[in-house]
């Protein structure tokens, strides 16, 4: 069975700038979340998305948004990016609650 | 707020020598704890899942275990590719499908 894939696996932007992030999960997963991982803060939680419906979202600001599709892909998108933005942004694929969520390899996110 | 707390935040080892990591928890009302191991510039790769006091669970060399505060990770004759970062994160019941983080443990297993 495939695993979760991201793309792109790195990406530079400029302050400003935005960016859109996917994710494709393991076949037969509906659930799908997002994670923000860097040196200082460790694993955070962005949001989590349940047959397209956002059912939880974590303390970051409105730049952060994301959507998942009828096929439960998912993406997420960080508006007027900014330095401390820099992280590697993880998604993770759950058959549904209570279960373990499998993780992608990441999108390295750099911000100049 | 969920919190999870890791120790030691690193560990070296010599192989073959045993050890444990702690992972204390304050949750209101425990859902599931999972275990997860992060290789460098990787994605965290789960390990275990624990739903209940006094649940353990085994895979090669780690062992799971759980108890209504905390968890242990139990490396038993360590060798140098169980050298990762191993995670620990709780869910929280009954409406919450986030993992809260630990920061981790980092451990080095020597030749």
């Known amino acids: 069975k495939a695993g979760v894939t991201q793309t792109p696996r790195y990406l530079i932007k400029t302050r400003g700038q935005q960016v859109t992030l996917s994710c494709s999960p393991i076949?037969?997963?509906?659930?799908v979340s997002w994670y923000q991982q860097t040196p200082g803060q460790g694993l955070q939680f962005l949001f989590e998305?349940?047959?397209?419906?956002?059912?939880n979202k974590g303390n970051f600001p409105g730049r952060f948004s994301g959507r998942q599709f009828s096929n439960s892909r998912s993406e997420m998108n960080v508006s007027t990016l900014e330095l401390g933005d820099s992280a590697l942004y993880l998604c993770?694929?759950?058959?549904?609650?209570?279960?373990?969520?499998?993780f992608g390899p990441g999108t390295r996110l750099t911000v100049t | 707020e969920d919190q999870v707390t890791q120790s030691p935040e690193a560990l070296r080892l010599q192989e073959g020598e045993s050890s444990s990591l702690n992972c204390s928890y304050t949750?209101?009302?425990?859902?599931?704890l999972f275990w997860y191991r992060q290789d460098p510039g990787k994605g965290p790769e789960f390990l275990f899942t624990?739903?209940?006091a006094g649940e353990e669970k085994e895979k090669e060399r780690l062992k799971a275990t759980l108890t209504k505060k905390e968890s242990f990770l139990h490396i038993t004759a360590p060798k140098p590719e169980d050298s990762a970062t191993y995670l620990c994160?709780?869910?929280?019941?009954?409406?919450?499908?986030?993992?809260?983080f630990g920061a981790g443990t980092t451990v080095t297993v020597r030749a």
């Open positions: 993770a694929s759950s058959f549904s609650v209570a279960y373990e969520q499998y």
């Open positions: 076949s037969g997963h509906r659930s």
């Open positions: 998305y349940f047959s397209e419906t956002q059912r």
């Open positions: 949750v209101s009302g425990l859902r599931g």
């Open positions: 624990l739903y209940s």
């Open positions: 994160a709780v869910q929280a019941s009954p409406d919450d499908y986030k993992l809260s």
